[in-house]
């Protein structure tokens, strides 16, 4: 429970003195009971698989309390000096482990919100500052992840024994998300839908080649807080971790793409250094503390063992710097660094793109259009493809496709055509077709083709 804009009073009156304090006092306690109360004007709820966040919006902010009870189990809200506007008991908590919400009005204008659960489940409640439509916002989040069996040791074993060379696997971090807008641009342009839709479009390329499995640091429009990303990507076995987002500055003017690896001794520029401050501010929207206790630790794990990943970390940056060069115009021509919570203490190669300007007024224009979107992430996968097809790890399909001199071997299954195939090996057409002597683009169920490796 975290009550905020509570201001406490510590007075030290004797005789005449207490009683004129006394009075003014319960004057002043007068008025507060009199004043406007914090209506309760809606409930919203958004669910992941394994939490849910509920958002009651709020005229302005008021204090509460959140607590269980079990037999049968329930969760209790109390939002004092409080007035409910609208009827939420008709809420819809479909997937999630709620039953249903009543309400009722108690003594002191104190607004009861008692919830039914299916299940015991873990919560914390917070108060968000009012947004630009000047509404306060009482957070509960819900957490009810079910603890997994590991069985993904076995697996890997298993998959070392019959020598499957594996995926690449590719987290990809849309920045910002639910409570937290990110930027808003112009045109009250939202950078977390904006990075969401170039995030989702840079999955779709990865999927579509094979040796590469993406993976959706967030799969939909909720919040997240900066160290539950990067425990996302530790947790898939990522190989590298993309953060993606769309800048914004006072300056119009300001405009281009820029591309960030951490740095644990500063920032490289002056804005730079204001951008990861920006960026950092989202754990704010959870409620989080912006220090990160392990602060001492991971710096001592980065002088260590992350000197290499770092280096690999630049090497990345650089080459979706090159290729997003092609594509549009860049903040800077060289790969910076700053403090970007979302990027500490990661052991694997780790960017950050800024992938333009939502404040300037052009660029703006090109991050909403899906054929611009579509155009930087091409441009992503690009240079993380350029990376990993020289440095992809040994176990991988990337490096046993790339680094080695062995033809791939493929069997045509039902519905293959020879351009899909052409396109998902990253050969181009007209080889593939020379280096297997075909006349015609048809193929047969079964048939075998050779793909060449040095193409
Ligand atoms: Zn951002």
């Given amino acids: 429970m975290k009550s905020i804009y509570v201001t406490r009073v510590f007075v030290d009156l004797k005789g005449p003195a207490l009683k004129l304090f006394s009075l003014l006092a319960m004057l002043s306690l007068g008025m507060v009971a009199f004043s406007e109360p914090a209506k309760i004007q809606g409930l919203r709820v958004s669910s992941k698989p394994d ?71 873990k919560a914390k409640s917070f108060l968000l500052p009012k947004n630009d439509q000047g509404i306060s916002r009482l957070v509960i989040d819900l957490d009810y992840k079910k603890k997994l069996a590991p069985q993904k040791k076995v697996a890997a074993s298993i998959e070392a024994v019959q020598n499957v060379k594996r995926d690449l696997i590719i987290a990809i971090d849309a920045g910002h998300g639910g409570e937290d807008p990110g930027a808003v641009g112009v045109n009250r342009m939202h950078e977390k839908k904006v990075v969401y839709a170039i995030s989702k479009k840079l999955a779709n390329y990865f999927k579509a080649r094979k040796g590469y499995k993406p993976v959706m640091v967030r799969s939909g429009d909720y919040f997240i807080p900066l160290a539950a990303r990067r425990n996302i990507a530790k947790e898939k076995d990522a190989d590298v971790f993309i953060s993606i987002h769309a800048d914004s500055f006072t300056k119009k003017r300001a405009h281009g793409a820029s591309v960030y690896t951490l740095s644990t001794k500063g920032a490289s520029s002056a804005s730079a250094k204001f951008l990861a401050e920006r960026e950092n501010k989202a ?93 930087i992430a091409q441009a992503i996968f690009n240079g993380v493809d350029n990376y ?33 195939i052409a396109m998902r090996y990253d050969v181009h057409l007209n080889r593939l077709m020379e280096f297997n002597r075909l006349q015609t683009k048809s193929l047969a169920i079964g048939q075998t083709l050779q793909i060449p490796i040095n193409n």
């Fill in 283 to 375: 754990d704010l929207v959870g409620g989080v503390s912006l220090a990160d206790k392990d602060d001492i630790l991971s710096s001592v794990l980065v002088d260590l063992s992350m000197t290499y990943k770092m280096e690999s970390s630049v090497d990345v940056a650089e080459e979706v710097l090159v290729e997003l060069g092609k594509v549009t115009s860049l903040h800077g021509s060289r790969v910076e660094n700053a403090g970007f919570a979302v990027l500490k203490s990661l052991d694997i190669p780790s960017i950050l793109v800024e992938t333009g300007f939502m404040s300037n007024p052009r660029e703006a224009k090109n991050l909403s259009s899906s054929r611009f979107q579509s155009k």
């Fill in 388 to 420: 990993f097809k020289k440095k992809a790890p040994e176990d991988t399909y990337i490096a046993s496709r790339f680094r080695h001199n062995r033809a791939v071997i493929y069997v045509v299954e039902r519905g293959d055509t020879l351009s899909q």
């Fill in 51 to 121: 939490s849910a966040r509920l958002v009651f919006d709020l005229s302005k902010a008021a204090d509460h309390r959140l607590f269980m009870l079990s037999d049968p189990n329930r969760m209790v809200l109390d939002v004092e000096g409080a007035a409910l506007l609208k009827d939420i008991t008709a809420t819809n908590f479909n997937h999630l482990p709620i039953k249903k919400c009543r309400t009722a009005k108690k003594e002191n204008n104190v607004i009861r919100v008692v919830f039914d659960l299916n299940s015991p489940l």
